[in-house]
């Protein structure tokens, strides 16, 4: 196919549809006819040019067509989102996989581009004047809604036949028609809908202006908001900084709709008004479901997108963040779509806004298996200096305002969040290496939804709180403790009936006749407490050797003494037998600890 014998060169910002419909205005031939001979359309598409081609052209594609044009690759390139693809993920995402394109992802691009009419009208130029100005590729992503240029909001729709209104399924209506000139709607008019044979273009003049009377204006900030965001496709951004801040942008947007009108303050009157509109729209008042794709309507988007960039660019972010979730989703606090949708998003999004989310969403969503691996955040301290069952002094300190009517659950699942924090992996790992039986009892914060009813806190506040606990272990490492060493030491130990007996004789006879029981079972639920003395872990996890080897009905009767001997060792004011007997078996826990530590092994049972 030899070149065409006129041509056109591309307009700065222009795309390949602009292109085809001025090219094809110019030489009075169907865009069709000129996609056919650049062999860009083929098989099903035979007819029609498809939407995937302002994806991106193959490399047979793209040469044939700037032969065919007059065009270098590099130009042709640029008429495409292909030159965005390090920058816009929606677009990257889509062109790793050639054979699948999809225009499912509504952040992707338009399928029919808002336009700015006075772009259109073109600039004072013979070429641009005959052929009309052109239709920017950036019109096609969602994060652009105004014109800088002519400081305008860009146009959703035809003014004269309010078309589109949905996905368009091809690149370029009636594309078989060569009488209309760029600027004019190709959309099938109203008229011929739902007629067998001929039907004519709607041919309205999108180059003219509305009414300045109905036509809002963009403010200075929507303006600086918007070159923002053109800059960020530029070079002048670094290609993987823009990638992290759009994706932040759309997970942060979904938020602010699900969660409307809780960001009504950060937009003006006229423009909440829009979303109002929109978020009706898009799901019923009791449905809080967010929304990944941004308005159509340009006021409403811009809206949107700059009530999340002012939520980006607060200082405490996850407090903010957990604001929003709550008012979006305090209906239903343990399912939340958002956490999901970061989730998709999160090996894009910025580390900050992993962060600022990650108390949030844990709070919220079910954390196991891959989505709840992780890898280690702190090295200031190691897994092994946290105990199973957080030592009374941290709790008060750090924690104990937040637990509610569950202090014993909250020491649990704060000691596996500290060594998920230092090992990495998920919860489920943390738990193993604490010697926490999960079958047994709760120790994820996300499985216990009324948690944080009954705590009456804010899922952040307790995260921070958890940082603090953290930072302070790691700002003293001298004074640190080896709490797996004492676990190893004491995995399978009990206490022998010559030490048994020695503790006994320490303890001061009793008034009168009474003679409590030293039996087994006593010795037994002895052994128990001593370890959790010792290891700072729960009496569920503590060995209990004595006992597995009774015979099953003995084991059942000592099983069902248990409790009530645990509330003797425990209680604040315990009879006299157990004030006695608790205070010899501390005795001898601090003596335990300390040949632990110094490395001396326990005596074992024979």
Known sequence: MAPLPRSLDPISGESLVSYLLRLSHRLSLPPLHLARMAGLTNGFHRNHISRNLLLGLAPSQREAFGHLARLSPEE????????????????????????????????????????????????ATTTQHLHGGPWRKAWHLPVVFACVKHEQFLEPFCQHCGWPDSGAEFLIPRVNDNTLHPAQCRWTSAESLGKKRKTRACGGWLNEAASPAGQPQPSVASLRFQQAILTRLSSSTPAAEAAKYFTDLRVVAALVSASWPHARDLVDTASAEKVDVYVRGRHGPHERQPRDAPPRDPIACAAVLQAADLVLATEDLSNVLSRFIRAAFRTSPSHTPWARLLARHEHECSERLREAAQPVTRAFRKVGGSQGTRAPVRDDYQPEHVPAFLEHDWYQRHLARFSGHAPKFLRRAAAVQLVQWSMGGSQSDAASFLGINPSQVQFKVASEPRFWVQAGCDPTQLDAALRELASGLGSHPHMLVDYRQRREALQDWALDRTTWIALINKMPPLPGSIRPDFDDRKRQEASVFIWTQVTQGEHLFAPRTIAARQPSDVRRRWAQRRSTTWFQLIRPDPLRHYADLRKVLSDYARQLTGDIDSAITPIREA
Do not use: H, M, N
Request: aromatic share 12%; with cysteine; hydrophobic share 30%.
């Open 76 to 123: 042709v390139t640029q008429l495409t989102l292909s030159s965005w693809c390090d920058r816009y993920p929606p677009i990257s995402r889509s062109l790793a996989d050639q054979s699948q394109r999809t225009w499912s992802d509504p952040w992707l691009f338009l399928s029919s581009p808002r336009f700015c009419t006075s772009c259109l009208a073109g600039e």
